[in-house]
């Protein structure tokens, strides 16, 4: 029951988990809508700068964050490929051009299970139609 500014963005942030579990738990778009608006109003009164500035990013997004909301979507898989793709640029120091670093990143992003684990040997074909020729 604290005063302090703190004190009230955790209970802020604590309330808007709820309504993100809360929204994946009912998958009801109405209800999700309905709770966030409720949170909007709240954060909006605050007093707090950046929940004011969240309320209102929010706010503009709408239906969009109900929809992520009700999908359970994050940001994790981007997440992931962009440090993917930050292994690929070091890896990429001493290549010369920006179409090697696209290659390199295509090829560490793929996932390809089909390529040979010596870059140098060459890929075996099945049935007459060649997986992967070395340029």
Not at 39 to 64: E, I, M, N, V, Y
Not at 94 to 111: E, Q, V, W
Not at 114 to 128: F, G, I, T
Request: with cysteine; glycine share 2%.
């Amino acid at each position: 029951h604290s005063t302090l500014r703190s004190a009230r963005a955790w209970r802020l942030k604590m309330a808007l988990r709820t309504v993100y579990a809360n929204a994946a738990r009912h998958n009801n778009a109405t209800q999700a809508k309905s709770e966030l608006k409720a949170w909007l109003s709240w954060a909006t009164r605050c007093r707090l700068a950046p929940f004011k500035k969240l309320a209102r990013t929010l706010k503009q997004r709408l239906d969009g964050v109900v929809r992520g909301m009700l999908d359970n979507r994050s940001n994790a898989y981007v997440e992931a490929m962009n440090g993917l793709l930050q292994q690929a640029k070091r890896a990429a120091r001493g290549f010369r051009t920006a179409r090697n670093f696209i290659a390199i990143a295509y090829l560490r992003m793929s996932k390809l299970k089909h390529l040979p684990s010596n870059p140098l040997e060459r890929a075996v074909p099945k049935s007459n139609v060649l997986i992967h020729r070395c340029l």
